[in-house]
C-alpha cells in the first residue's frame, strides 16, 4: 500500500476574488489569513468583532501534486480528508468527487479513474457555514434553541461560548493523503476483550478488509513487544467488504490501570494480511487489558454512579476539557503533551471532552492511555435542539459510527454520553415555554430527542462498541430536580449562575459531579498578551470582549465582596479573583471527596481555554497554571486531609484513594499568626483503603477562643511512613477579616539542573504567597501555598535556560499586600 501526505502547494483565495494566496494544510482560512497578514491577531483586543466578515464569505483552496508511475500501477486509489470544515466541494482535475457536510467525518473518495500520472490538481470550494443554512432555517416551521447553527455538524463552541469567541471557520483541518493498493487492504482492526484475570486474558481481534479479489488469505496478529505471534487464520475473501475474527490469549497480563493506582500497561500489536505469503496490508494498534464497569445501581439513598476498575471502585478525580484553540490546525503534539502533562501533575484520572468541540485528535488518545487517564467521550451535541429530517439523521449516523470505530480501541475510553444539558435545558431551562411551542410542536421536537440520544446513538455503541456503556445526557436531572443529587450524574451550577454561596457545595453533593465550577482573570502574563496598559480594568471594552459570560466580571467582584478586601489595584485585582476561584472549586472538591462512596466522582470546569480569557479554566491559554491548578493538585492527592467546619463544629476526614492500607498519623496544631503554639494533638490509626473516614471531630468554641479567631489558624497534617502526605489549614473566618501580619520573606535562590530551588522562610504567616517570574518557559512547583511563620519550603522553578539577575525579576506577593498598610517585606540572598 503506498501513502502520500498532500499538504504542500495549497493556494487559498476568497471566492470569486483574483488573488491567490499560500495556504497551509492542515489549517483553517483565519490561520491563513493571519499568517498572510491579511487580518490582525483575532485573539489581540477586541480584534474579534473586526474579523466577523470571514464566516460570511466562501473560500477556496487549491493544490497540484505529482502522481508517480508507481502509484498509477495500482488497482484502487483514492483522496482521503481526515477533516473538512465543512461545507465543501472537491474537485480532482476539475471533476466533482465529494461534497462533504460534516466537520466530525472523515471522507474517503475513489479516484482511480479520475488521477493521472503527473501532475494532478485538487480543488476545495468551502462555502460558508453562516450563509449556507440560511434558506433551511427560515424556512423551519419552528426555532429550535441554539440557533441556526444546530442545522451544521460542526464544532459548537465556534459559534461562541460564555468563555469563548465566535470564530465559525472553515478549511482542510486534517491531513489529507493519496492512497494505492492492489488487492486487499485493512481497513480496522477491533479488539474486544471477552475476559481477563491473573492468569490470562482471553481476547478477539477483528479485521475489517476491503478486498478487490476473491481468494485465500491469511491474517496474522503479532505482540510487536515481545515479538512473538498471537493468533493466525486461514479466510476467503470476496469481493468488497470482509470481517474476519482472530481469538488470541495474553497469558499473565500486566493490567492497565488509571494514574495513581499502577502502570498504565500497553500492548502494542501488529495485525497483517497475506495474499500468496506477500504482506499487502498492516495494521498497528494499542490495547489495554483491563475491566471497566459503570455501576447504577439502586441503593437506599437513590442510584449509584461509579466507574469500577478492575474490580476496583474508582474515585474519579478530574476536569472538563475544551479545544485547545479556536484554530484547531494551530495545537501541536506539544500542546497535546503538555496540556496531559499538567493533567497527570495534578493528580487527574479522567477528562470529560465535552460535547460542543470535537472528537479530539487521536493524540489525545493515545496521551490518555499512555498516562492512566480515562475520557469520558460525549457526543458532538451541546445546549441545542436538533432537526428531525432523515438527512441530518444519516449524517449523524455516518459521524458517530466513524469516531466510535476510530477510538473504540483506546482503553482509556471509558463512557459514551450522547450530549451535553439538553435533557436539563428541555425540562429546567423552559425552552418550551421561551419558544413558544404547542403542544404538537413540543411532542415533535422531545420524540426527536428520543430518536436521537435513547435510539440512534446508543444503537451505534451497541453495534460497533457494545462493551462499553452510553449515558444519554449529561445532567442525567437538572439541578431544578431533586433527584439530580441521588441518581446519576450532576451539574451544580448554584454556585456562580445562581450566585449562592460557595458553602452551599457541602450541601448540594450528588452521585457524581460533572460539572460545577468558577471563573477567574488569567495570569497578568496572559492579559498582557492581548492588551495594554489603557485596558487593564475590569470593565474596560478590550476586557469585557474576553469575558464571555454576560454577568462574569460582576459575578467574580460580588463573591470577592463576601470574602476579600476589593483592591483598585488591577493587578492585585486580578491576583485575588484566582486566590477566590481555587479556594471555591476547592471548597467543592473536597466536599465530593469527603462524601465517598456517595459521591464517587469530581469533574470541574474546566480544565483549558481555546483562547486568552476570564474563564473557569485552571490553566491558562499560554499553558500557565492558575491558583486553581495548585489547589488542585494537593486537593486530589491520593491521601487527603480534609477538615471542614460545619454549624459550629470542626470535622477533620483523612481520604485514601490507595488500594493497600497504611499506617497514618494526624497531626493537628493551632497557630497564631506569628508561630506561637495554642494547641496540639496527634492521632494515629489506619488509614483504610479506598475510604473517606472522620478522624477529629470538635466544637470550635472548645478549640478557638472569639477573639483569636482573626489571628489563628489550624494545621492538619497527615503522614505515613513515606513523610507528610497531606496538609491541609483551616481559618476561622473569612480573609477579609484576618488580622494579617506585615510578613519578612528570606529568600535564597540556587542553581539546579533543571532550573532553580527557591527557598523561603518568613516570620509570619504569609498566606496565598504568589512567586511571579515573566519567563513563559518556566514553572514553579508549587505557588499560592500559605506560608507558616517560621517553616522553611523549597519551590522548584523549571525552566531550560539560565536567567540573569533571576533574584532581582522574582516577585513575591501575599494576601496582605491586598490589605490597606500591610506590605510583604523581602530579604533576598543567591547563592
Not at 473560500?59 to 502522481?67: G, I, L, P, Q, S
Not at 445532567?475 to 458553602?503: C, F, K, M, N, T
Request: charged residues 25%.
Amino acid at each position: 500500500m503506498l501513502y502520500m501526505e498532500i499538504s504542500k502547494n495549497w493556494r487559498f483565495r476568497k471566492a470569486g476574488s483574483e488573488e491567490w494566496l499560500p495556504a497551509s494544510v492542515p489549517g483553517c482560512v483565519h490561520a491563513d489569513l493571519l499568517d498572510r497578514g491579511r487580518i490582525e491577531d483575532p485573539f489581540y483586543g477586541d480584534n474579534e468583532k473586526r474579523v466577523q466578515w470571514i464566516e460570511y464569505e466562501d473560500w477556496e483552496y487549491r493544490a497540484t501534486f505529482d502522481v508517480s508511475r508507481e502509484f498509477m500501477k495500482k488497482k484502487n486509489a483514492e483522496i482521503l480528508f481526515e477533516g473538512l470544515d465543512t461545507y465543501a466541494d472537491v474537485y480532482l482535475n476539475d471533476e466533482l468527487v465529494l461534497s462533504s457536510n460534516n466537520m466530525f467525518c472523515k471522507w474517503d473518495i475513489e479516484c482511480s479513474d479520475i488521477l493521472k500520472h503527473g501532475k494532478n490538481t485538487l480543488e476545495v470550494y468551502f462555502h460558508s457555514p453562516v450563509k449556507r443554512v440560511e434558506a433551511a432555517w427560515d424556512s423551519m416551521e419552528y426555532r429550535l434553541p441554539g440557533g441556526p447553527r444546530v442545522l451544521t455538524r460542526k464544532a459548537a463552541y465556534q459559534y461562541g461560548w460564555d468563555w469563548g469567541p465566535r470564530f465559525p471557520t472553515v478549511g482542510i483541518w486534517r491531513p489529507a493523503y493519496l492512497r494505492a493498493w492492489d488487492q486487499a487492504k485493512i481497513n480496522n482492526l477491533q479488539i474486544v476483550q471477552h475476559s481477563g484475570s491473573d492468569e490470562k486474558a482471553e481476547l478477539s481481534a477483528i479485521f475489517e478488509i476491503e478486498s478487490s479479489i476473491d481468494d485465500r488469505v491469511t491474517l496474522s496478529l503479532f505482540d510487536m513487544d515481545g515479538n512473538r505471534l498471537l493468533g493466525r487464520t486461514e479466510a476467503a475473501l470476496r469481493l468488497g467488504e470482509n470481517s474476519v475474527t482472530v481469538d488470541f490469549v495474553i497469558k499473565n497480563p500486566l493490567l492497565w490501570w488509571t494514574n495513581g493506582l499502577g502502570e498504565a500497561h500497553l500492548y502494542n500489536l501488529l495485525g497483517e494480511l497475506r495474499v500468496e505469503n506477500n504482506v499487502v496490508s498492516r495494521i498497528s494498534e494499542r490495547i489495554g487489558v483491563r475491566t471497566l464497569e459503570l455501576v447504577t445501581d439502586k441503593d437506599s439513598a437513590g442510584e449509584q454512579f461509579y466507574f469500577e476498575l478492575n474490580g476496583i471502585p474508582l474515585f474519579i478525580k478530574g476536569a472538563n476539557y475544551v479545544p485547545q484553540d479556536n484554530f484547531l490546525p494551530r495545537v501541536t503534539s506539544a500542546h497535546y503533551e503538555k496540556l496531559i502533562r499538567n493533567a497527570v501533575d495534578a493528580n487527574m484520572n479522567m477528562l470529560r471532552v465535552w460535547g460542543g468541540g470535537i472528537y479530539e485528535n487521536d493524540i489525545l488518545y493515545d496521551l490518555c492511555d499512555e498516562n492512566g487517564i480515562l475520557v469520558w467521550q460525549d457526543f458532538m451535541f451541546a445546549n441545542a435542539m436538533y432537526p428531525d429530517d432523515s438527512l441530518f439523521l444519516e449524517n449523524v449516523e455516518r459521524e458517530a459510527a466513524q469516531n466510535v470505530i476510530r477510538l473504540r480501541n483506546h482503553p482509556s475510553l471509558a463512557l459514551w454520553c450522547g450530549n451535553n444539558e439538553i435533557d436539563e435545558a428541555w425540562h429546567n431551562w423552559g425552552w418550551p415555554d421561551q419558544f413558544g411551542y404547542s403542544a404538537e410542536d413540543s411532542s415533535r421536537i422531545w420524540n426527536n430527542y428520543k430518536q436521537l440520544f435513547h435510539t440512534l446513538l446508543p444503537g451505534i455503541v451497541g453495534e460497533y462498541d457494545n462493551r462499553r456503556p452510553y449515558w444519554p445526557s449529561s445532567p442525567q436531572y437538572g439541578r431544578g430536580d431533586e433527584r439530580s443529587l441521588y441518581e446519576g450524574d450532576s451539574h451544580y451550577w448554584g454556585v456562580w449562575h445562581d450566585a449562592e454561596p460557595y458553602e452551599i457545595f457541602k450541601e448540594k453533593i450528588g452521585r457524581f459531579m460533572s460539572e460545577y465550577g468558577f471563573q477567574s482573570f488569567p495570569r497578568f502574563e496572559t492579559l498582557e498578551s492581548f492588551s495594554r496598559p489603557e485596558n487593564w480594568e475590569m470593565d474596560s471594552e478590550v476586557m469585557l470582549s474576553h469575558q464571555k459570560h454576560p454577568r462574569g466580571n460582576q459575578l467574580i467582584r460580588m463573591y470577592m465582596e463576601r470574602d476579600y478586601n476589593i483592591t483598585d489595584d488591577f493587578d492585585e485585582f486580578v491576583y485575588l479573583s484566582q486566590v477566590l476561584q481555587a479556594e471555591v472549586v476547592k471548597t467543592g472538591i473536597e466536599a465530593h471527596r469527603r462524601a465517598r462512596p456517595y459521591c464517587m466522582g469530581t469533574l470541574y470546569w474546566q480544565l483549558n481555554d481555546c483562547w486568552p480569557a476570564i474563564s473557569w479554566s485552571s490553566v491558562g491559554y499560554s499553558g500557565r497554571w492558575k491558583a486553581l491548578h495548585y489547589y488542585v493538585k494537593k486537593a486530589y492527592n491520593d491521601i487527603l486531609v480534609s477538615p471542614t467546619v460545619d454549624n459550629g463544629v470542626l470535622r477533620i476526614f483523612v481520604i485514601s484513594d490507595r488500594l493497600i492500607p497504611v499506617n497514618g498519623i494526624l497531626k493537628l496544631e493551632l497557630l497564631d499568626f506569628s508561630g506561637e503554639k495554642l494547641w496540639q494533638r496527634s492521632i494515629e490509626s489506619i488509614i483504610q483503603p479506598n475510604t473517606s473516614k472522620l478522624w477529629f471531630e470538635e466544637k470550635v468554641e472548645t478549640l478557638v477562643e472569639d477573639e483569636e479567631k482573626r489571628s489563628a489558624v489550624l494545621v492538619a497534617e497527615v503522614g505515613t511512613e513515606e513523610g507528610q502526605m497531606s496538609r491541609n489549614l483551616q481559618y476561622f473566618v473569612p480573609p477579609k477579616d484576618l488580622n494579617l501580619p506585615k510578613a519578612t520573606i528570606a529568600r535564597k535562590i540556587k542553581r539546579y539542573k533543571d532550573g532553580y530551588v527557591i527557598t523561603l522562610t518568613s516570620d509570619k504567616l504569609a498566606k496565598n504567597l504568589f512567586l511571579r517570574l515573566d519567563d513563559p518557559e518556566g514553572h514553579f512547583s508549587d505557588n499560592y501555598f500559605d506560608l507558616l511563620p517560621g517553616e522553611t519550603v523549597e519551590v522548584l522553578f523549571k525552566v531550560k535556560k539560565r536567567i540573569r539577575n533571576l533574584d532581582e525579576k522574582l516577585r513575591i506577593t501575599s494576601l496582605a499586600d491586598t490589605f490597606d498598610g500591610s506590605v510583604t517585606t523581602l530579604s533576598r540572598s543567591a547563592y
